[in-house]
């Protein structure tokens, strides 16, 4: 089993950051490709970014895509999600999950993830 905690979410200007922090527990880190998602108040939860085992290939929302950067520490059982030029409607409960498949077909779909954390809210004022 394992368990995923995210971190890191808060409250922040619309053009500020926020990196947020997914911890990892209860297995082997480097074996999962892992995700974040979001689901804003009233709306479906969709996909944000995504990271191989290894961290060679990364994949982006396009909503995200060149604001958003998400990366991994294999040694700290660690995905982040480094977000920048934050915009209201990035306003969502974050959260992040992971895939135990070994290939990377698909992993913009949450069926495709096997564990999911808690989540952390982020809440961009204008």
């Known amino acids: 089993q394992v368990q995923l905690v995210e971190s890191g979410g808060g409250l922040v200007q619309a053009g500020g950051s926020l990196r947020l922090s997914c911890a990892a527990s209860?297995?082997?880190?480097?074996?999962?490709?892992m995700g974040w998602f979001r689901q804003a108040p009233g709306k479906e939860r969709e996909f944000v970014a995504a990271i191989s085992r290894g961290g060679l290939r990364t994949f982006y929302a396009d909503a995200v895509k060149g604001r958003f950067t998400i990366s991994r520490d294999n040694a700290k059982n660690t995905v982040f999600l480094r977000m920048n030029s934050l915009k209201p409607e990035d306003t969502a409960v974050y959260y992040c999950?992971?895939?135990?498949?070994?290939?990377?077909?698909?992993?913009?779909?949450?069926?495709?993830?096997?564990?999911w954390g808690q989540g952390t809210q982020v809440t961009v004022s204008s």
């Open positions: 209860g297995g082997t880190f480097s074996n999962y490709n």
């Open positions: 999950a992971a895939d135990l498949n070994p290939t990377t077909i698909g992993l913009t779909r949450d069926d495709r993830y096997d564990y």
